[in-house]
């Protein structure tokens, strides 16, 4: 399946639609093991979603505020890094998002 980028800048475009897109896929790599922002802006961009930072950490603080991933302050050299991980409330809520994803998926490619 081709990648589609995501034109923001397309009057017809809402970046609301594709929020919660963005949120499924954070939290599945939350899941899958530790991410963290900038790694999280590379892998969004793989998949067509040009977003700064300043739409990402708010994404990121909501789903840490619902209690679907904890963070983490790692050193990193001089620095820290805040690395995100899914809570067992993440887990689960993937595992439920996941049903409605391949119910909704039914519906608009397979007219079911």
Do not use: C, Q, W
């Amino acid at each position: 399946m081709a990648k589609t980028k995501i034109d923001y800048d397309d009057p017809v475009v809402d970046r609301g639609l594709y929020s919660g897109l963005m949120r499924l896929h954070i939290l599945h790599h939350a899941v899958e093991g530790p991410i963290f922002g900038l790694g999280m802006l590379d892998e969004l961009a793989r998949h067509g979603y040009r977003i700064s930072p300043g739409t990402l950490y708010p994404l990121l603080h909501g789903l840490e505020k619902k209690g679907y991933i904890a963070a983490k302050e790692l050193r990193n050299g001089k620095s820290l890094r805040k690395v995100y991980r899914a809570t067992p409330l993440g887990r689960k809520a993937l595992g439920s998002a996941k049903v409605k994803v391949r119910e909704f998926i039914g519906e608009l490619f397979e007219g079911k």
